[in-house]
């Protein structure tokens, strides 16, 4: 689609991509450990962008009042070609690996993004992130109400990891929708404060 130039320093770039899915775009940071320019780098991100490789979640920040991240999130649409370029090979080794939170976020808001396309609704998904560490993952604006998804690749489910679910639906009050955990657990269950936890496994596989 573009003259890459130089494919050996591009490969690296999609590997480090793949890498960092789920984390918010350093592209200063991306350029500085390949070795290229920043406009370089910029232009092979949005290259990757026009060719479904990566997706950009932006942060949401409608009439917040707050000081807001303004930088997207980095996500790889597919989830199989980013854990090979990582170099995680089996099911074990992902387990294992300190990228599994960070692919299991990719997997759901991913999921999410293509169930958006498949009814034929353009994605209206964001995620939160002030500078005083208030962190939703997934955020998705639907007539006028907020629904928030805190995603965690656990198999156990503590109350700690609703925290920020609640505190947010308290500070949004009547713009407040549904507030869910998505999880590795086995089932779905109901938290307190009105969190649903969901499995990926009755939720996304059907």
Known sequence: ???????????????????????????????????????????????????????????YYKNMGKRLTKRPKLYFVDTGLATYLTGIHNPEILLSSPHVGSLFETFVVIDILKRFYNHGLLPSMFY???????????????????????????????????????RLKNELKDKSGTATLFSNTEHSSEQPHGIMNRSWRDTLIT
């Open 1 to 59: 689609m573009k003259q890459v130039g130089d494919l050996g320093q591009f490969q690296s770039f999609l590997r480090l991509c793949a890498a960092r899915t789920g984390q918010i775009l350093d592209l200063s940071g991306l350029a500085r450990d390949i070795g290229v320019s920043h406009t370089t780098a910029k232009r092979w991100l949005s290259l990757l962008e026009t060719s479904h490789q990566i997706y950009l979640l932006y942060p």
């Open 128 to 166: 939160f992130r002030t500078q005083d560490k208030l962190e939703i993952d997934l955020v998705i604006e639907q007539e006028d109400r907020l629904h928030l998804i805190e995603i965690k690749s656990t198999q156990t489910v503590y109350p700690k990891f609703s925290a920020h679910l609640v």
